[in-house]
């Protein structure tokens, strides 16, 4: 299975699917919250507090939020499928992206630590996100939607190759 623009040795490990139920509830949380936002002033309109608001731009702005909410909704699934990690013999590759792909390889040696959170949402699915840090500012690859078992094995795997490597130089 080619996941990524490099193709790698070995096999690419998919996240969980269940990633795609968390992000979609996140979306409909955010969706809500904006649209509270967007509909406060026309609340105080309709309460005469605020009376020279146009009403229009409400509702236009209503509209888009859910648009993107929409939208987001549809890109989740296929966003949550190409979320991919093959782990090399020197290195580990994170593939993600839709319509932009996007591919990091990070050296073993290179790794400083790794940690693996679990927000509210993602612990009442079993998940967990494992961030990967290394002493560049631009390189912090995260794999999100692993399962909570998987995140562990997987960032004990990575802090040993790790330190393997770090010895080795």
């Not at 020197?90 to 390889?105: K, L, M, N, P, Y």
Request: charged letters at 25%; proline letters at 7%.
């Amino acid at each position: 299975m080619s996941k990524a623009l490099i193709d790698p040795p070995g096999d690419w490990e998919r996240v969980s699917p269940r990633l795609v139920a968390v992000q979609e509830i996140s979306n409909l949380i955010t969706s809500v919250i904006f649209l509270a936002v967007v509909a406060a002033p026309l609340l105080l309109r309709r309460l005469e507090v605020w009376p020279g608001y146009p009403e229009w731009i409400s509702w236009a702005l209503g509209a888009l939020v859910l648009l993107f909410g929409a939208i987001e909704a549809i890109v989740v699934p296929f966003r949550v499928r190409n979320m991919s990690y093959a782990l090399r013999a020197d290195d580990v590759c994170v593939a993600r992206g839709v319509i932009f792909h996007q591919s990091e390889v990070i050296p073993y040696g290179r790794i400083q630590y790794v940690d693996v959170k679990a927000g509210p949402l993602l612990r009442a699915f079993g998940l967990c996100v494992l961030q990967v840090h290394t002493a560049s500012p631009d390189a912090h690859p995260r794999i999100d939607g692993l399962l909570r078992e998987d995140g562990e094995r997987l960032r004990d795997e990575l802090a040993r190759r790790g330190e393997e490597r770090l010895a080795g130089l």
